[in-house]
């Protein structure tokens, strides 16, 4: 009998392995898929590129084992707050002290949520103000230095692409690699050009 039992324990491990790997899988499916959508919009990231497995699964264990304990006092609490009679999980705490700080963590939270809806209504109030009544009305950049980087961009532009007249007459056009920007090409002419 005592064998069976744990035979059938060992079984029951066996199958929420099987599960755990399952969801291990799909977890890696699933990062994989995102990996792809974000090299879509040309960010790179060793975690949502192709392979690099020992990565997905060391950062995402580390993540999940990390909410594990950020959810896991909460859980508790509110397991011995709530369920005092048929609890959710095997611990629970019954002393008066973690009663009052428990109920003192919800006031203060309570307050802290009314004082943060109030600012942010009033900063929401305050910021809407602003744009309709100051930045509307007034240039809040400084006009000659975008004209001169305007100006800058435009000389660059003529000298490898031809005029303006030119450049919008034409339906298609093909940039040969020569003429391409550097990624730090515009920083770089801003930079030497004083802006």
């Not at 007249?165 to 050009?193: P, T």
Request: net charge positive.
């Amino acid at each position: 009998m005592e064998k069976s039992v744990k035979l059938y324990a060992i079984n029951e491990l066996i199958k929420q392995g099987i599960k755990v790997v399952k969801v291990a899988y799909l977890a890696v499916c699933i990062i994989n898929y995102l990996g792809e959508l974000v090299m879509s919009d040309f960010v790179t990231d060793r975690f949502f590129g192709k392979k690099h497995y020992k990565l997905k699964i060391y950062q995402s264990l580390l993540s999940l084992s990390m909410w594990f304990l950020v959810v896991a006092p909460v859980v508790i609490t509110l397991n011995s707050i709530y369920f005092k009679v048929k609890p959710l999980t095997f611990i629970q705490w019954k002393y008066r002290e973690g009663f009052k700080m428990y109920h003192t963590v919800v006031d203060f939270l309570l307050v802290a949520l009314v004082v943060f809806l109030v600012v942010g209504l009033l900063l929401t109030l305050r910021n809407n103000y602003m744009i309709k009544n100051y930045y509307k009305k007034q240039v809040t950049y400084d006009e000659k230095r975008v004209a001169g980087k305007a100006a800058l961009l435009e000389e660059v532009y003529t000298e490898r692409f031809g005029s303006v007249q030119e450049r919008q007459a034409v339906k298609y056009y093909s940039i040969s690699e020569e003429k391409n920007f550097d990624a730090s090409f515009v920083s770089d002419l801003y930079q030497d050009g004083g802006f």
